[in-house]
């Protein structure tokens, strides 16, 4: 069974910084696009950054100039750079892998990370 694991998270004053990595807990053959989302209480989880094998990112208008996202393909692994923090990126944050597939020919599936808790105080 393939697993997400995170690491990175904490509490941080506002404009500190917080870098949160994600792995996959095996061998895998292929995986098309990693990502991170976030989910505040009360609120819907949302996109925050994604990013493909080929290196093409996208990020949430929310923290553009302020996280980066990278991806080593060789050991399947995926970085949030969190710069600039502020109060209002406080959420639980969840790693996401996008058609993962664990031998070559089987269809991909998406796994999900248990998440991490990021709280920024002001």
């Known amino acids: 069974q393939v697993q997400l694991v995170e690491s990175g998270g904490g509490l941080v004053q506002a404009g500190g910084s917080l870098r949160l990595s994600c792995g996959v807990s095996?061998?895998?053959?292929?995986?098309?696009?990693m990502a991170w989302y976030r989910q505040a209480p009360g609120l819907q989880r949302e996109l925050v950054a994604k990013i493909s094998t080929y290196g093409n990112t996208n990020y949430a208008d929310s923290v553009k100039g302020r996280f980066t996202i990278s991806m080593d393909n060789a050991k399947n692994t995926v970085h949030l750079q969190m710069n600039s923090l502020k109060p209002e990126d406080t959420a639980v944050y969840y790693c996401?892998?996008?058609?993962?597939?664990?031998?070559?020919?089987?269809?991909?599936?998406?796994?999900w990370g248990q998440g991490t808790q990021v709280t920024v105080s002001s």
């Open positions: 996401k892998a996008e058609s993962v597939r664990v031998r070559i020919g089987t269809r991909g599936f998406d796994y």
């Open positions: 095996e061998s895998i053959v292929s995986v098309n696009v």
